[in-house]
Structures are given as C-alpha cells and as structure tokens.
Nanobody
Framework: QVQLVESGGGSVQAGGSLRLSCAVSGIILSRHCMAWFRQSPGKEREKVAHVYFGSGSTYYADSAKGRFTISQDNAKNTLYLQMNSLKPDDTAMYYC??????????????WGQGTQVTVSS
C-alpha cells in the first residue's frame, strides 16, 4: 500500500521560511517522479515542483523559481520542499505526489493528504 504523509506546514510571516516533508512508503522514491502541488480556495491546483532522482531533472513553477527547492533523501524515502522568502500568495494546501518515472509531466497517481501553509503579510 502506497502512503504519502506530509508534514511541516504552518503559519509564518511574509519573508519567512518553511520546510515541508513527505514521508513515503510502498514505493521506492528514487524510481518515481516526485512532486509538490498546491491549491488554495477558488484556484486550480498548481504543480510547484517535481524531481526525478534517476535523471536528476527538476521542474519549478515560475512562482517557485529562486525561492523553493525540492529535494529527496532516498535513504529515508522522504521528499522535501524548502520554501524561502514566502509570500502571502504562497498560502495554500500543499500536497506531495508520486507517479511512475516514464514522464514527470503526466498525471500523478499517488497523493498525500496535504499540509496547510499560511503566510501573513
């Protein structure tokens, strides 16, 4: 059974930092595309970043470039999202997701329950 469990969300002031974690079980992290998505009320879900360890490839949404860093610890089977210089627009529920590594740009099969990030001005 595949499980993705996010943690690390919270409330911060603009300019602050948070590190989200996603503990993964049931799949091998290094053999899958791993991604962070976010969704806020009234907005479509947005992919923030993805990574595939096998090729070292990463993707960042324009809104995340230069501020967010996606990484993974294969020994711990854990995915991270370091978020710096947070803005109120980053307020959203953040989800960890995984899919087979044939293409990181296709739909994701496995999802966590989400962790809330709230950034105040």
């Amino acid at each position: 059974q595949v499980q993705l469990v996010e943690s690390g969300g919270g409330s911060v002031q603009a300019g602050g930092s948070l590190r989200l974690s996603c503990a993964v079980s049931g799949i091998i992290l290094s053999r899958h595309c791993m991604a962070w998505f976010r969704q806020s009320p009234g907005k479509e879900r947005e992919k923030v970043a993805h990574v595939y360890f096998g090729s070292g490839s990463t993707y960042y949404a324009d809104s995340a470039k230069g501020r967010f860093t996606i990484s993974q610890d294969n020994a711990k089977n854990t995915l991270y999202l370091q978020m710096n210089s947070l803005k109120p627009d980053d307020t959203a529920m953040y989800y960890c997701a995984a899919r087979p590594a044939n293409s990181c740009y296709l739909n994701y099969n496995y999802w966590g329950q989400g962790t809330q990030v709230t950034v105040s001005s």
